[in-house]
């Protein structure tokens, strides 16, 4: 049994931790356990899943130090200690991130506790303080560990462009189980009714309510949209630290009425179904598991014209891109335009379980990696 340890903050359904439980419900359980190292105490949406399919979940113990230099420092120790105490829980090492300063401390960590393997698997294109990014993957280059992507963008923000044709990347596609998406009328009608909205146009947005999803620019497109649009909804999927003061913002527009909060969902598939358009203006993405998602299930997506990647337009028809600073006409006009436009929503999903992105891809591949890393380490 090889037992891989991944990670994270916590399991909640953010798009790496999605990504995550996508390839353990399909791995192969007999050869490969999964194991959750969070830095966070807090329940996740999916421990109890995680638990159901016979992972475990470990917590590191609370860093009294919260910023700056000792912060880090701390963690080092935090984590070496962890490591060392816990060898017989795991044997692969795969940390989830998006900033080098992440893997600074848990390759030191891991040099330390003389872990033979450690994989970092980068999700992102950009973080908050980008030049402590630049820095730290400097000092990373000093550090041997298996690298992973979501895309050749994340990997260059992460490792380095410099870095990247040097090493060996290994870009591992953000794969999901694409026949729960295949748009059924069906599912279509019965959410609606359960919804309230027949009759409705509806434009979707499933993502944690955080700032680089973008909720801000989001609200002020409907509420443009609206005025030419009476009849159109909007519904946001997810939770989020700053759910709230979105919520006052789409009352102090009056446009409450008009405006679905459906929370923290385990039924994604199913909702786009519902919607008509999913609109998706993030400051930035590694490769977005839901655009990958709206694709299978035939859904017109209105994107940040830099968030995707090449490799992730499986099915470029379905895309409209706006540069994110532009004027709000031009994303309401880019919904306009989507909205005429027909495309057979079956074939979108045929198109999508034929590349690189169907789970059982993603899952092949990182099997033989655990393997491989597995077998260099007896």
Not at 274 to 285: A, Q, R
């Amino acid at each position: 049994m090889i037992k891989v340890l991944h990670c994270v903050s916590v399991m909640d359904r953010a798009g790496q931790e999605t990504f995550i439980m996508n390839v353990f419900r399909k791995i192969d359980k007999t050869e490969f356990m999964f194991k959750f190292l969070c830095t966070s105490k807090k329940k996740g949406d999916y421990d109890d899943e995680i638990y159901a399919l016979g992972g475990e979940i470990f917590y590191l113990p609370e860093n009294k130090y919260k910023h700056g230099l000792k912060n880090w420092i701390n963690e080092i120790k935090i984590l070496t200690k962890w490591l060392v105490e816990n060898k017989d829980k795991y044997d692969i090492v795969h940390l989830h991130t998006c900033h080098a300063l992440s893997v600074l401390i848990y390759a030191e960590a891991c040099r330390r506790a003389e872990v033979k393997t450690l994989v970092v698997h980068c999700h992102s294109t950009s973080a908050p303080h980008k030049l402590l990014n630049y820095i730290c993957r400097e000092v990373c280059k000093f550090y041997t560990f298996e690298k992973n992507a979501c895309s050749y963008e994340a990997a260059k923000w992460l490792y380095g462009s410099k870095n990247i044709n040097k090493a060996k990347i290994n870009l591992v596609y953000n794969g999901i189980d694409v026949p729960k998406y295949k748009y059924e009328q069906e599912i279509s009608d019965k959410y609606r009714d359960i919804l309230k909205i027949n009759n409705k146009i509806v434009i979707g947005h499933v993502g944690r309510f955080v700032d680089v999803k973008n909720h801000e620019l989001l609200v002020d497109i409907f509420f443009e949209l609206k005025k030419s649009l009476p009849e159109v909804v909007l519904l946001l999927v997810g939770t989020g630290e700053l759910e709230s003061q979105i919520k006052e913002k789409v009352k102090q527009l009056g446009i409450a009425d008009s405006v679905i909060f459906l929370g923290s969902r385990c039924d994604v598939n199913n909702l786009m179904m519902v919607m008509d358009v999913l609109v998706f203006p993030s400051k930035y993405e590694g490769l977005s598991v839901v655009l990958v998602e709206a694709q299978a299930a035939g859904l017109r997506s209105i994107v940040s014209a830099h968030i995707v990647p090449k490799e992730e337009e499986i099915v470029p028809e379905l895309f409209e891109k706006v540069e994110i600073n532009r004027e709000i006409v031009y994303w309401c006009e880019a919904i306009k335009k989507s909205l005429s436009k027909n495309y057979n929503r079956a074939e979108a999903n045929r198109i999508v379980s034929e590349s690189y992105f169907n789970i059982e891809n993603t899952v092949r591949m990182l099997q033989n990696e655990y393997r491989e890393l597995k077998n260099n380490c007896v």
